[in-house]
């Protein structure tokens, strides 16, 4: 790591030199106001004075009701007289403390406390002095919280860290703590000196606040675009180890599946909106704390058939106070061509100042076992026509319960193969005789349940001018693979923040993460796990996978050779596909990755309302992957056979650094403004160094390059820079505090733009929000409690990729053996820009019922122009593509949120909350290209953005069909086929949405989410390949014809026959579907892919929680502890679908826009956990 931490912060701390200025708590008293209001809401009228005076008036809501009028007129009048018009006659007194005013009812002395009011600090000799600490369920110290002992005057307000001090009698009484937009809380003082409060936000005074792209809170009433804010308690209950499947199902318009079934630490597939681009990475832009970070999911040169790892799930979710999901390119359009497919921003969590170490631990074991798996057939065994063939890769051969029983018979004269795991040796068979079946021990030797163990630990708090949260994490995962499927992320960090003095404040945050794994060949190449299981015949035992080969009785044995059902004795090198064992266990995919994040923050406040931001960030990262297959391994080329070694060492940087100016002022009480001008720079660099060797010197030798001739070695080495500089400007009014406007304008030139283009290309974007029910009109309406209507447009894009601006060269081969170097075949392009994405949306904010029901709607349309293809160019120019700017896409749809509090009250709460999502994509040019594949298999179904249909169509072979449409038939009554690529399908759903409730009772609370999918298509590849090879239960079973039928071939099947297969009516009568249409028209290596297209809804229980705390205040005197929680989870308990053998969210392209194709990909699963949380 090139960069140390002290010189990241060095760099930061020597950013700027500014002098002190305070005021005093009288000063804000002094100060003089021009306010002028007739017969208005003393509330309306309180939230103007805040706003001209800068102070923060605190009060219960009951003290002021929405009815309460009053009129005021006040020409550079103090403070003072002011409030003391106002509120005097309205029977209410204040106190000042800072800039904090707190409002309370003026009552006489009360007789059960006739003692005069005390000063704060002063105390009778009776009494004794409590301690204590506000914040809000985020763990935020709450400034300003009136503190009351009942039944007296005494009390206090919480200072700027929400610390207060109360003197009060010896004998019992109860504090009563109230603040504006929280639930006012009742606590018996009883002997306790210290206290710890937690104030839950009232959602009638409700308020919301999210972090903007810069990282900035604002209040989400006040902006025209839209977001989605998950909270950190949303993402605890998940039960999930990894950070972005967290998230599913818990935002409108944002979709998270799994790249592909169990794997430990897989990655995940994160969509906002629909598809943005055709080329590229497809996933948004993550900030945390301010800065952005690398979030790609490389495949990595020479490293194969593995899942690769989501970076984002490198950060330890124990961290996270909340993430906010920027949708619209509004919100996201001051990282201009970074924002296309929108902007995820993290914040981690912080300490509080003047609060005592608080320590949380947490610990959870989770059990994950397989949710759905494709059933295999048992009655019949390995071989062709009904005749057992050892040497077959089918189980179209004899029924197992017909064979004679007892022992094969078998050659034992000449070649044989002996075991290493159970010494059996196995000869050559004459005749199988066996009726064992082991379908059953081929799946226990290769599956189990899986697990993780979960422990992190954090501490925070702080003092007058700093605070801390330090975290340490260890997450220990084992798939349902039971070798060589493991993950395990070790993380640490620590956040400080400190007040250098009255104007500079320092943050820093700095996380380091340790992953290591081992992952296990996936999917359709020859070394896949679940290619050789689902292939593989019945009544071959897997167990002896690995021995010696003797070609005779006394000959040599050859060593480590490899026994697989299409290779029994071992005698060929090449056993076609692995012995799944042999994938499992002897084949190494292992992966090391370091990577640390940091930034620091230095904030100026030189003038009142100005703040001057200096922001640095840094993303460091080394991911070292390897693969090993040993000597006899199953290779793709049928080459290779004798080893084969990869590895790869990903190296990433990326240095950020904003400096940013924020000024706010209000100019009168009904119009105030606030700008934001500033400066980014950012750096990437990207390198991979490796290389490949095959055909070992030595079979069993050591893992490194010396151990083959250099002839068979491929090394590689990639280096990618990128750099780009913005300047960005935000203008926020506000009229009448219910009419907001926000406008935003972004420049940036990157070195990834062509220099023939606008070096500089414009990113601007405008939102306005009305508060409509700030009209007098709706004062009265106590069914509607607030009102918004929203509008907002912008525009973000997306970079090319770099060194597209040049024709390069690539490395060519000599004839004499000399390296030579040929000129590529891709024309370089030197007028390249971003592809533009403009979107507009509008939507409306309601509540209803004291802001109990809660609802959002939007509707968007996007339109991408500019899209980055390959394009082909004539032969002429001596080249085959070019890289353009030439398409363009679409979409559109809505987003739907409500929430619902049914109840709250102080034991029992029920609150239920739904989104939907409805995207339409389109995609509406592509400069002459027939199709761009974005995913599929390439010669057996690919998908594809298709010009007149949405993003991700399924192509492939497809019925034959008449001008009518309908199917055309053979004279057999079967469907015939037109080979020709059309489209088959569209995974693009009709809606999606999530489901949840949360209900609570006393020391319980019970939390679900449902999630569902409705409407698109899946293809069922896995399904398709095991017809063809007479594995799969459906082609297991035998029917009795009651008359005669044809099969494929025209063979007429009399009736009474019994024969293997299945009777269907495929439109044109019935017939007889044996092995002679599952091997050819019927299987999945036919042309007629259409006919494995099916329906892909599908519902599921994504959450189910259970949890009990302990907390009461005789626990906390007995324990000394704040809270111990128990919770058990569900994860994905039910599934509802009509895809067969998958759970369909997963995926064979993993992280791509190709969605909804099955193809031997490793199962999904569903989780059980056990969790303790332990809070000091």
Excluded: C
């Excluded at 630490?265 to 690398?294: E, H, W």
């Excluded at 994950?368 to 089918?394: C, L, M, V, W, Y």
């Excluded at 220990?476 to 499927?485: A, D, I, P, T």
């Amino acid at each position: 790591m090139r960069i140390t931490i002290h010189q990241f912060l060095l760099t930061v701390l020597f950013a700027g030199v500014t002098l002190a200025r305070t005021a005093g708590a009288q000063d804000a008293l002094n100060q003089k106001i021009s306010i002028q209001a007739e017969n208005e809401g003393l509330r309306t009228v309180l939230n103007q004075i805040q706003k001209l005076a800068d102070v923060h008036f605190t009060y219960n809501s009951a003290l002021i009701t929405a009815q309460q009028k009053v009129s005021v007129t006040a020409h550079q009048q103090p403070l003072a007289g002011v409030l003391d018009e106002l509120l005097i006659k309205s029977g209410i007194r204040y106190r000042l403390q800072g800039r904090q005013i707190i409002l309370q009812k003026a009552l006489p002395p009360s007789k059960s406390d006739p003692q005069p009011e005390l000063p704060n600090g002063a105390s009778s000799q009776a009494d004794r002095k409590i301690r204590g600490v506000v914040k809000d369920a985020a763990g935020e110290a709450l400034p300003g919280v009136s503190v009351m002992l009942k039944g007296s005057q005494r009390g206090t307000l919480t200072n700027v860290d929400g610390a207060f001090e109360l003197d009060v009698p010896e004998e019992n009484g109860t504090l009563i703590l109230s603040y504006v937009g929280y639930m006012t809380k009742e606590i018996a003082v009883g002997g306790q000196t210290s206290f710890d409060v937690v104030l839950e936000a009232d959602v009638k005074m409700l308020d919301a606040v999210v972090v903007t792209a810069l990282g900035f809170k604002e209040s989400a009433d006040k902006l025209g675009s839209t977001s989605s804010k998950i909270t950190d308690k949303s993402i605890a209950a998940s039960g999930e180890t990894s950070l972005l499947n967290k998230m599913a199902g818990k935002a409108s318009g944002v979709f998270i599946g799994r790249s592909s079934g169990s794997d430990p630490g897989g990655g995940s597939f994160v969509q906002i909106r629909g598809a943005s681009t055709l080329s590229g990475s497809s996933q948004p832009l993550y900030i945390v704390d301010g800065v952005p970070i690398n979030s790609s999911v490389h495949g990595g040169t020479n490293i194969r058939g593995v899942v690769q790892q989501s970076r984002v799930n490198d950060i330890n979710p124990d961290d996270i106070a909340s993430i906010q999901v920027l949708k619209g390119a509004s919100a996201a359009a001051l990282w201009g061509s970074r924002a296309a497919n929108g902007v995820i921003v993290i914040t981690t969590k912080s300490g509080s100042f003047n609060d005592r170490m608080r320590i949380s631990f947490k610990s959870s074991y989770s059990m994950d076992e397989i949710n759905r798996f494709h059933q295999r057939q048992t009655a019949f065994g390995q071989g062709d026509q009904g005749k057992f063939n050892p040497a077959s890769g089918n189980a179209w051969g004899d029924k197992i319960a017909a064979r004679a029983g007892g022992a094969d018979e078998v050659n034992m004269s000449g070649e044989f193969f002996e075991g290493y795991q159970t010494g059996t040796r196995y000869y050559p068979i004459t005749k199988k005789n066996s009726r064992d079946v082991f379908a059953d021990n081929q799946y226990d030797a290769i599956f189990r349940n899986g697990y993780s163990m979960d422990n992190s630990l954090s501490l925070s708090g702080g003092g007058a001018s700093s605070n801390y949260m330090f975290s340490l994490s260890d997450v220990y995962q084992k798939g349902v693979f039971r070798h060589n499927s493991d993950y395990r992320r070790s993380t640490i960090r620590l956040n400080i923040e400190s007040k250098l003095n009255d104007i500079i404040k320092l943050s820093t945050h700095a996380s380091y993460a340790m992953i290591r794994s081992e992952r296990v060949q996936r999917s359709n190449n020859t070394a896949g796990m679940l290619l050789g299981y689902y292939r593989m015949t019945p009544d071959f035992d897997i167990t002896d996978y690995k021995g010696n080969y003797y070609a005779g009785p006394n000959a040599a044995p050859v060593v480590n050779r490899q026994r697989s059902y299409r290779n029994y004795l071992g005698n060929s090198s090449n056993p076609v596909y692995n012995n799944p064992l042999w994938t499992m266990i002897e084949q190494k995919n292992p992966n090391s990755v370091n990577r640390f994040i940091g930034s620091a923050e230095l904030t100026i406040t030189p003038l009142k309302g100005f703040d001057i931001i200096n922001r640095v960030g840094i993303d460091n990262s080394s991911d070292v992957r390897q693969t090993y297959f040993p000597v006899n391994s199953a290779q793709a080329d049928a080459v290779n056979l004798n080893g084969r070694y990869g590895e790869v060492n990903i190296l990433e940087n990326q240095l950020n650094y904003d400096l940013i100016g924020r000024y706010s002022h209000n100019f009168n009480p009904n119009f105030s403004a606030n700008l934001i001008a500033g400066f980014n720079l950012n750096d990437r660099k990207y390198s991979d160094l490796g290389g490949e060797m095959s055909d070992f010197l030595i079979a069993d030798g050591p893992w490194n390059f010396s151990n083959a001739l250099t002839l068979n070695k491929n090394p590689n080495n990639g280096k990618t820079y990128i750099r780009s500089a913005r300047a960005y400007s935000v203008l926020g009014l506000s009229f009448y505090d219910a009419l907001f406007l926000n406008l935003s304008f972004a420049g940036e030139a990157a070195s990834t733009f062509g220099e023939a283009s606008d070096n500089t290309f414009f990113y601007p974007s405008g939102d306005v929000a009305w508060q409509f029910t700030k009209l007098k009109f709706f004062e009265r309406a106590n069914w509607l409690s607030f009102g918004k209507l929203r509008a907002s447009y912008g525009v973000v894009g997306s970079q090319p990729a770099p060194y597209r601006t040049r024709t390069l060269f690539v490395p060519g081969n000599s004839l004499y053996g000399n390296g030579s170097y040929l000129q590529s075949a891709n024309f370089g392009n030197d007028q390249l820009r971003p592809e533009r994405k403009t979107e507009y949306e509008v939507g409306a904010d309601l509540r209803f019922l004291g802001n109990r029901l809660r609802t959002e709607i939007t509707y968007y349309k996007n339109r991408t122009k500019d899209l980055l293809l390959s394009v082909p160019v004539p032969n002429s120019t001596g080249f085959s593509s070019a890289y353009q700017n030439a398409g363009t896409m679409q979409n559109k749809g809505i987003d739907f949120d409500l929430n619902y509090d049914i109840f709250k009250r102080k034991d029992l709460t029920l609150s239920l909350n739904f989104n939907l999502n409805r995207n339409r994509s389109l995609v509406t040019d592509l400069a002459g290209a027939t199709a761009v594949q974005v995913g599929g298999i390439s010669g057996y179904m690919t998908i594809n953005a298709l010009e007149g249909q949405p993003v991700g169509v399924f192509m492939g072979g497809h019925y034959a069909r008449d001008d009518q449409g309908n199917k055309i038939f053979d004279a057999n009554g079967f469907p015939t086929v037109n080979a020709a690529n059309a489209k088959i399908g569209d995974p693009n759903p009709n809606w999606r949405g999530g489901f949840g409730a949360n209900l609570s009772y006393k020391s319980f609370s019970l939390g679900l989410l449902f999630e569902t999918f409705q409407g698109g298509d899946f293809f069922e590849g896995t399904r398709g390949v095991m017809y063809s090879h007479g594995t799969h239960e459906d082609v297991g079973k035998e029917v009795t014809l009651t008359r005669d039928l044809k099969n494929f071939r025209g063979n007429v099947i009399p009736a009474g026959t019994t024969v293997r297969g299945n009777i269907a009516d495929l439109g044109a009568g019935e017939v007889l579907l044996d092995e002679s249409y599952y091997t050819t028209l019927g299987g999945g290596f036919s042309g007629l892919k259409e006919q494995f297209v099916v329906d892909g809804s599908w519902t599921r229980l994504r959450e189910l929680s259970l949890g009990y705390t302990l907390q009461s205040e005789a626990f906390r005197k007995a324990s000394k502890l704040q809270s111990i929680e128990f919770r058990l989870s569900g994860r994905n308990l039910f599934l509802w679908t009509g895809v067969r053998g998958v759970d369909p969210d997963s995926n064979h392209t993993q992280v791509s826009l190709g969605r909804g194709l099955d193809y031997f990909d490793n199962p999904g699963t569903r989780s059980y956990l056990f969790s303790l949380l332990i809070n000091y």
